[in-house]
């Protein structure tokens, strides 16, 4: 049977079930259930055998090692999606589930505010071979699982580190809402890039660990190897079902080395502009030096999830920080030097127009602590820095403002879970199940052949155990049907075009 007709026949089995059902609902009895659950599973499975035929899942390529998974993509904007969307199926279903969840608790707004936000916001301005792509994802998805996922569930989705915590604070705002949540544009990783006579051998090393809720991070293990039709061919981690790397650490084929810390207690946002999502991804497609990333980035900046930049371009040996504020943003670069982020913006412009509750100076926050270990931490080990040391120096466990060993909110590696004070400027409260989740590095050796290394859990190697904790902190039962453990896998590498374990 080819493709179509076993379509075709499935097709027919879902009529013939939906036709049936109320004889079983009158029934009622176990067995006419388990025979609907026979009846589900057959066109489940018929269903999964025709789209595995579909010709545009034959370049794609899917395997796990290190507790991540590899996913190729290859080719047209909505085969790329309909590849991202049937392989990675399941886990689309999961994170969104967790996702979803949180940003409707946060928020305290249903899914439907978010599906609006996005089909009125967001969909118009997205470039047609990203809405191509999206539409590909929800056709791969549903195929692959029976999903009942639309175009602007997987829109709303894509933007969940913008619709929660910068267009409904805004909105809040703008509305006068009663009773507004406290909400707070996240503050989220530690990363740092240099070059020059800082690094071993001069060349570009990036490094990054993501900091997010345990709930989400724990699902933050994709890593794909993108090759597009058009544009430059990438290497990023990513989150299942989301089309930019989101946290952000990629490559891309043409020399560019990108990554990100966000900016804490950032205010604004443009309900005209583009979403952060696209233009974060357009930019590592399209981009082959700093000034084309910036100008992709400010091309209809939207002021989500407002980032500081840090981008190498092993081309020319030269790294830059864009700091990306809505009313104000600066971009500093140099061909000697090391450029460090963890959440503090430092143009005077930025602090103030865009970040006006942001304290720079005390010294016990979260980003200003992580800020004074990274100027120390680097320091002491200029000239030597390399991919082996970056390593390391994502597993730091520093506090500089208690100046002793712990890891807690104030480390590069964080571990929030174990600190009793929180992050009040992100709205972490007292042991949040939040930190480092993830770590990745490359240089620009391992750039030009697309290679990067990358270890899923604590870069420190820890583990986060999900029961021990909720019964430590009943205050985060909710959490329960989505928080699971969170176990460190080793440093592993991955390259573009890896065909499986190697
Ligand atoms: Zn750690």
Redo the contacts with the bound molecule.
């Keep these: 049977m080819g493709a179509d007709s076993i379509r075709r026949a499935a097709a027919i089995l879902l009529v013939m079930l939906a036709g049936a059902a109320p004889w079983w609902a009158g029934n009622g009895a176990q067995a006419s259930a388990s025979a609907n659950d026979a009846m589900v599973a057959t066109i489940a499975a018929a269903r999964e055998r025709a789209a595995a035929n579909d010709p545009r899942l034959k370049p794609a390529l899917r395997f796990e090692e290190g507790g991540w998974i590899y996913l190729h993509l290859e080719g047209e904007p909505d085969a790329m999606g309909y590849q991202h969307g049937y392989l990675l199926g399941p886990e689309i279903e999961d994170g969104f589930a967790a996702v979803s969840a949180g940003m409707t608790h946060s928020t305290k707004r249903d899914w439907e505010f978010f599906r609006k936000a996005a089909k009125e916001m967001l969909w118009l301005k997205i470039d047609a071979e990203y809405q191509q792509e999206l539409q590909g994802i929800v056709e791969g998805l549903r195929a692959r699982t029976g999903s009942k996922l639309d175009v602007y569930d997987i829109v709303a989705f894509n933007a969940f580190e913008e619709l929660p915590d910068y267009y409904v604070p805004w909105l809040d705002k703008q509305q006068k809402t009663p009773n507004a949540p406290n909400l707070k544009s996240p503050g989220n990783c530690s990363a740092f890039v240099a070059t020059g006579s800082w690094t071993k051998d001069g060349q570009i090393v990036i490094a990054h660990n993501n900091w997010t809720s345990y709930k989400n991070g724990e699902r933050w293990r994709i890593v794909f190897d993108i090759a597009p039709k058009n544009g430059y061919r990438m290497l990023m981690d990513g989150f299942p079902g989301v089309i930019a790397s989101d946290d952000d650490f990629g490559i891309n084929s043409d020399g560019l080395m990108v990554t990100e810390t966000t900016i804490t207690q950032f205010e604004g946002w443009d309900p005209n502009g583009k979403a952060e999502f696209v233009r974060a991804r357009k930019a590592l497609q399209y981009a082959g030096s700093i000034d084309e990333y910036t100008k992709i980035m400010l091309d209809g900046n939207n002021g989500g999830y407002a980032n500081d930049w840090l981008l190498g371009d092993r081309k020319t040996g030269e790294i830059a920080q864009l700091e990306l504020g809505l009313k104000a943003h600066k971009l500093w670069r140099t061909k000697d030097g090391v450029l460090s982020g963890s959440n503090w913006a430092r143009d005077p412009k930025v602090l103030k127009e865009d970040t006006p509750k942001f304290d720079p100076n005390n010294k016990e926050s979260s980003p200003n602590a992580r800020r004074a270990r990274w100027e120390e931490l680097l320091k002491e080990n200029k000239g030597k820095i390399d991919v082996a040391l970056a390593e390391k120096m994502l597993?730091?466990?520093t506090d500089t403002a208690e100046k002793k060993e712990e890891?807690n909110e104030r480390?590069?590696?964080?571990?929030v879970d174990g600190s009793p004070r929180g992050i009040k400027e992100w709205d972490w409260e007292p042991y949040y199940p939040g930190?480092?989740v993830q770590g990745k590095a490359t240089d620009s050796t391992m750039a030009k052949e697309m290679r990067i290394v990358a270890r899923m859990g604590?870069?420190?190697?820890?583990d986060f155990l999900a029961k021990p904790f909720l019964a430590a902190h009943p205050e985060y039962a909710w959490q329960e049907p989505y928080l699971r453990d969170m176990k460190a896998g080793p440093w592993t590498e991955f390259r573009s075009g890896q065909a499986s374990k190697e």
């Design positions: 597993g730091d466990h890891a480390t590069l590696c964080g571990h930190g480092a604590h870069p420190c190697g820890g």
